[in-house]
């Protein structure tokens, strides 16, 4: 049997929060220093695991609070977890925090090459697929504007369409299949399935029940950070809708 594309095993997430509101850097780092600072343990992710085979769509649904954005950090690598570990096997695409690597002074035109560098792209492929960008974007009339002028939806837009040039092995999508109008919408969700198509295994979290059905086919279901349900699309949402 070959090996998942990804394995959660066992992954438990704990923050610590302050017992005691804080109104400044200030007078938190004295209160640390004098160790007068009080702590609540919240466990985000309570032993967490599933694996992920190459080519599957899971979608991860709860309500807000649940644990869904921090187990695609933990799984994306950019959350250590407190217990447990995560196994992947390819390259990862995390379309979590879109147009993080953005500059709100810099134009469109020179954030394309600022977050292609990023994301690790070589300059002559950006400017090979620079006119792409732009134009899935929707942002061919704003080439030169500095993006603090956009509104969120124009600059998640553009990270959208710079973050999905090449098709990763695992493309991670938290929420932002909501950018934009419906139009827009459905541009991403055919960006999405041309990558499923290709082999990509997907993660979503969406609040939309009706997009985790059209484009998941399995599903795992969060509730306070602990597995409530894992299973088949139909199956699960219909459990969850009935909730």
Not at 148 to 163: H, P, W, Y
Request: net charge negative; glycine share 8%.
């Amino acid at each position: 049997m070959s090996n998942p594309m990804i394995s959660v095993r066992g992954v438990t997430m704990n923050f610590n929060m302050p017992k005691e509101k804080v109104d400044s850097v200030k007078e938190y780092l004295i209160r640390k220093l004098k160790r007068r600072l009080s702590y609540d343990k919240f466990t985000a992710l309570d032993n967490i695991s599933i694996d992920i085979e190459r080519g599957e769509v899971l979608g991860i649904i709860g309500l807000n609070g649940s644990g869904k954005s921090t187990l695609l950090k933990v799984i994306s690598g950019i959350l250590k977890p407190s217990d447990g570990e995560v196994i992947t096997n390819g390259t990862i695409s995390p379309l979590i925090e879109l147009g993080a690597g953005f500059d709100p002074d810099l134009t469109t035109r020179e954030n394309i090459f600022l977050n292609g560098s990023v994301l690790g792209f070589e300059r002559s492929f950006i400017r090979e697929k620079y006119d792409e960008i732009l134009d899935f974007a929707e942002l061919r009339d704003y080439e030169n504007v500095a993006i603090k002028n956009f509104s969120s939806g124009m600059v998640a837009r553009l990270g959208f369409s710079i973050a999905t040039l090449v098709k990763p092995d695992i493309l991670i999508v938290d929420e932002i299949l909501a950018v934009g109008d419906f139009l827009f919408q459905q541009k991403c969700e055919a960006r999405i399935s041309e990558m499923m198509s290709g082999g990509t295994t997907v993660l979503i979290v969406s609040h939309s029940i009706e997009q985790i059905e059209r484009l998941c086919s399995r599903i795992l279901w969060l509730d306070h950070g602990k597995t409530r349900m894992i299973g088949d699309t139909a199956t699960v949402c219909e459990q969850y809708k009935n909730m």
